[in-house]
């Protein structure tokens, strides 16, 4: 059995469900994302046109994140999932480094590395991931890739030709396909990354990985006294400096 | 390529979240900058040892572990504080998972060190006899083994390389940044051993002969012209990856990393070299000190650009 994840971009519509199942099911905290959806404005005006990119995990087959986790926090699972342990991850950042689809996060409560499981858990006890439930338009599409009669394989059959995965050149065999995609959605390069240029926020890059409020010494010190600034509340002051605008810039 | 789609599609990003900057920082490059110190001045330690008698070099014996000792516990230290669980270290004991480098690095590091520990302990102990007093079993267990020292430094001269290597392994690992892809990181980081291996040296060197001095002056030209051209090779001739010249294109550009790099080659790579050419027949232990101090700083500024920079593109 091998997982697979697909997602049809000529059906998604950019409603931002699946982000939203993801980060309640999940439990994500504020400043972090397992699954997101990028709208890229694609022309010019008139001739324009939106495009929507769920981007997660690609569960590679190999997976660099796996390679490079120096104590086993990041491992496969039997059905192909890259699962993490987060109570091994000793917070080295090498798996953020590795993944070269930026889907790792260092999750700013528990100060550790964290991503996309493909909603391990709910599989576990026979249910679909979060995201595939909540998606109105049925676009995400999730299921055993080596099974020629599952639903997900039959898709790929069908749309044979106009099936693409991200990066194929760095050679991680994704089990994350896309139908409908082009260069310009799915290659981070092919698009325009303007900073403060957006519909409804910045796009920005942050200041900060992990928590905000944990410097240095917190580090040490966490285990002894606690730090309890770490809820969502301590990310919720977007004025205090937590996101510069000088970085990125493609 | 990618640039001609951009200016025929007019694509740009309208709605996204926030993307991380830059995650290995400052102290990322201290701890490869503290390490090249650490197994450089080993890697030209030995050599100098082997190539001169013992008057010639008085103190290297004790004084090279001794630095390599600090520099050595520099790198381990900003290793675990840049740890996000500092006290999950020991995991990397407890759970090695060897197909990572920052394991077997981690591994290898922790050995060296503790050789590096007993040689210098050993190198003290018998440069200074009245080290530890009479009573000091340390002191007194190193003296009466002092043969210990020349059994195990050649395993540690022969450690020292792949612990200086390791990071280039790291960073080949980290295939999401693909200007460290490049197989010259292997040698990038063997060159700045030596550059910062023999600057620390020279910085303590004042009682040496001045043929030993002539020697450091010419490991110094060597690394520094050698690691220059291959920054410049990388810079402006070698075919990449559309990644690795969007990533060179934040020094192309101009701005604050393309003044830090520039700054580094300058002051740690060009100036170095005729300072210390300049010091290979009349022996100026101040010109070839300035030289040293110049190129420790220009190598941490060099080294803190190319760390920089990659983490700076979107990866999705």
């Not at chain 1, 697909?6 to 950019?14: F, I």
């Not at chain 1, 889907?103 to 493909?118: H, L, R, S």
């Not at chain 2, 102990?125 to 003296?143: E, N, Q, S």
């Amino acid at each position: 059995m091998k997982l697979g994840f697909l997602v049809d971009l000529n059906l998604c519509m950019g409603c931002k469900g699946c982000e939203i199942a993801c980060k309640v099911e999940n439990e994500v905290p504020l400043s972090s994302w397992r699954l997101r959806v990028k709208y890229i404005d694609i022309g010019s005006f008139p001739n324009t046109s939106r495009s929507f990119t769920p981007l997660r995990c690609n569960h590679c087959e190999n997976a660099p994140c796996e390679r490079i986790c120096p104590v086993s926090a990041l491992h496969y699972l039997e059905n192909g999932i890259v699962n993490i342990d987060s109570s091994r991850c000793i917070g080295c950042a090498g798996c953020m480094m590795a993944c070269p689809y930026g889907a790792i996060y260092m999750d700013p409560e528990t100060n550790t590395a964290d991503k996309c499981t493909y909603c391990a858990h709910r599989i576990e006890s026979g249910m679909m991931p979060a995201c595939v439930v909540a998606c109105p338009v049925e676009a995400n599409i999730f299921g055993d890739v080596e099974d020629e009669h599952s639903y997900i394989s039959r898709y790929i059959m069908e749309h044979q030709g106009n099936i693409q995965v991200r990066k194929p050149e760095k050679h991680t065999n994704p089990k994350h396909y896309y139908v409908g995609g082009g260069t310009q959605t799915l290659n981070p390069l092919a698009h325009q990354r303007l900073e403060g240029y957006g519909l409804f926020n910045n796009v920005t890059h942050l200041a900060h990985n992990g928590d905000p409020h944990h410097g240095v010494i917190d580090r040490f010190l966490a285990p002894f006294i606690g730090h309890e600034t770490a809820d969502n509340k301590a990310f919720m002051d977007f004025d205090a400096g937590q996101t510069k605008s000088k970085e990125g810039g493609h | 390529m990618v640039e001609n789609t951009i200016q025929a599609t007019q694509a740009v990003v309208t709605l996204d979240v926030a993307l991380p900057g830059i995650i290995w920082g400052w102290m990322i490059t201290l701890n490869m900058w503290a390490k090249s110190i650490g197994t450089g001045v080993i890697l030209v330690g030995a050599y100098l040892l082997y190539r001169y008698k013992k008057e010639e070099t008085p103190n290297l014996r004790w004084m090279m572990p001794l630095l390599s000792f600090v520099a050595l516990n520099v790198f381990l230290l900003f290793t675990l504080v840049d740890l996000h669980q500092p006290y999950r270290m020991i995991n990397i004991f407890l759970y090695p998972h060897w197909t990572s480098a920052i394991t077997v690095g981690a591994w290898m590091a922790s050995l060296f060190t503790l050789l590096v520990t007993i040689l210098m302990v050993i190198g003290a102990a018998d440069a200074f006899p009245r080290l530890g007093g009479k009573k000091c079993k340390v002191t007194a267990m190193a003296r009466n083994n002092s043969g210990f020292y020349e059994k195990i430094f050649p395993f540690v001269v022969f450690l020292a390389i792949p612990v200086t290597m390791y990071t280039a392994i790291i960073m080949a690992e980290s295939s999401a940044r693909e200007l460290w892809q490049a197989p010259t990181e292997m040698m990038q980081m063997f060159l700045a051993a030596l550059m910062a291996g023999s600057a620390a040296l020279i910085l303590s060197s004042g009682s040496w002969n001045k043929e030993a001095r002539r020697d450091l002056s010419l490991i110094l030209m060597f690394a520094v012209s050698a690691s220059f051209f291959m920054y410049m090779g990388e810079y402006f001739f070698s075919f990449k990856s559309s990644e690795a010249e969007a990533t060179l294109a934040y020094i192309h550009a101009g701005g604050e990393y393309s003044a830090e790099f520039w700054f580094g080659m300058i002051l740690g790579f060009i100036i170095p070299f005729f300072l210390a050419a300049s010091t290979v027949k009349n022996d100026n232990k101040t010109v070839l000190r300035f030289a040293a101090i110049l190129t420790l700083a220009g190598l941490y500024l060099a080294k803190d650009v190319w760390l920089k920079i990659p983490q700076m593109l979107p990866l999705s």
